[in-house]
């Protein structure tokens, strides 16, 4: 039966384990473990032995930040495992290695990263990572591509349909805490208050943006284009001034392309109009305007890779080849392409708008907003970046270009 891990059993559970013993050192008596895990979900432990380290992840049978109130099943935990070797396999080196997957005690056991830090906390601090937006845009790209009928055999691509299918309650999880808590007085909403008062009961009067809130979540849930990371935001995401590696795919499932784009780019909206907050630790302008170009960056190069994907690996059952290029009709697939992007990039702006309003509105919040100590300062920012997602909720198909909305969010960002 399922036991949960803890520092004192985890040497005695796992010291047989070949696939960690060989990595790390055979004497688990000198293994020295400790919990680190610091996410909603999960126990996360580093394990160091004599030879090396490594990352041993334990979902647990209920949701860690709420308790076991809310139970959650196990299974999570090989929607993971399985994600993971398919991002490998799409987008080599992107994610970190596993070393081994043990479905009944839903623990996977993995490559340490070190010294990787978690994006979302390199983004508060300041730091100005060189390559995310390349490293980030191929991922999203090579993974939301090759996953989909653009470029899978069918067969293997509704085997996969059916097998992220049963992923439900963490599909339920964004269907509720996502779509839905943040636009109406949900149990376990939260917000700074009193300051956002006013404002949060405006936008839950807001009807244009609640139909669109439920038309994007129409869009996820009917809309099962791709494998999805599921929750591609700065914390999934560990970096090094030369390394990006994407973790946590545990609400993998077939949905929209753009929901993985737009969560990730909401995340670094949200890091932007956060930075006046975290002024007190040194001047914000530049860490501003290195959010903006990877914002426009991680898009571009997310656009580029795609349709150079399109043009080179598009073997699956959608716009097939023998319908355009090899009739000779070279621009038949390139009208194609601009509409599947323009819609990725209508889509994409919907979807960053309601990951803004619920990192402030729902249960889940960001460290970006909630780190800063001052209320009314914290507040400002939060309230700023609501008006943000908003607009590009309800506006997001008059809005054409990354600039435009770069423009908005620095207009808006000032006050
Ligand atoms: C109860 S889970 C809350 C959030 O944590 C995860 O990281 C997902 O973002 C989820 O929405
Ligand atoms: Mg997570």
Redo the contacts with the bound molecule.
């Keep these: 039966p399922f036991e949960a891990l803890s520092v004192e059993t985890l040497a005695a559970r796992l010291g047989r384990t070949a696939a960690l013993t060989s990595r790390i050192g055979e004497n688990a008596s000198a293994w020295k473990v400790r919990e680190v895990g610091d ?3 999960n126990l996360v432990f580093i394990v160091e032995g004599e030879k090396g380290a490594a990352v041993v992840k334990q979902a647990l049978p209920y ?1 860690r ?2 308790g076991d109130s ?1 139970p ?1 099943p196990l299974k999570r935990s090989f929607f993971e495992y399985h994600a993971l070797t398919r991002q490998q396999a799409r987008a080599p080196g992107s994610v970190p290695e596993i070393y081994h997957f043990d479905e009944g005690q839903a623990l996977i056991v993995m490559e340490y990263l070190s010294p990787h830090v978690i994006l979302r906390k390199a983004l508060i601090e300041g730091r100005q990572l060189p390559n995310i937006a390349t490293d980030i845009g191929l991922f999203m790209a090579r993974t939301l591509f090759r996953g989909s009928d653009l470029s899978m055999p069918t067969k293997e691509r509704k085997a996969d349909l059916a097998l992220f299918a049963d992923n439900v309650e963490l599909c339920d ?2 269907e509720n ?2 779509f839905s808590d943040p636009y109406f007085d949900a149990k376990m909403n939260r917000h700074t208050s009193p300051q956002l008062d006013g404002l949060v009961a405006e936008l839950r009067a807001d009807r244009d943006l609640k139909v669109e809130a439920q038309r994007m979540k129409h869009l996820f849930a009917a809309n099962a284009e791709t494998l999805l990371h599921g ?1 591609l ?1 700065s ?2 995401i560990m970096v090094t001034e030369a390394e990006t590696r994407m973790i ?1 795919p545990e ?1 993998a499932f077939y949905g929209p392309m753009a929901f993985d784009v737009g969560m990730l780019l909401a995340n670094f909206w949200m890091a932007f109009f956060s930075q006046r907050g975290h002024e007190h630790d040194g001047d914000r302008a530049t860490t501003r305007v290195y959010l903006i170009d990877v914002i426009v960056d991680t898009w571009s190069i997310f656009r580029k890779e795609f349709s150079h994907l399109w043009r080179t690996e598009r073997t699956g059952i959608l716009y097939q080849k023998s319908l355009f290029e090899d009739q000779g009709d070279q621009l038949g697939a390139e009208q194609a392409l601009e509409q599947m992007l323009h819609s990725i990039w209508t889509d994409m702006l919907g979807f960053a708008g309601i990951e803004i309003h ?1 990192r402030i509105l ?3 919040h960001n460290a970006d907003f909630e780190t800063i100590a001052d209320q009314d300062l914290r507040a400002n920012c939060e309230a700023k970046v609501l008006k943000f997602g908003r607009q590009l909720v309800v506006n997001r198909r008059q809005i054409h270009s990354i600039e435009e909305v770069n423009a908005l969010a620095i207009l808006m960002e000032k006050g």
Excluded: Q
């Design positions: 996410g909603n979900l949701v930040l709420v809310w959650l999880i964004t805490l996502v929750d935001h914390g999934s946590d609400f619920r729902g249960l889940a």
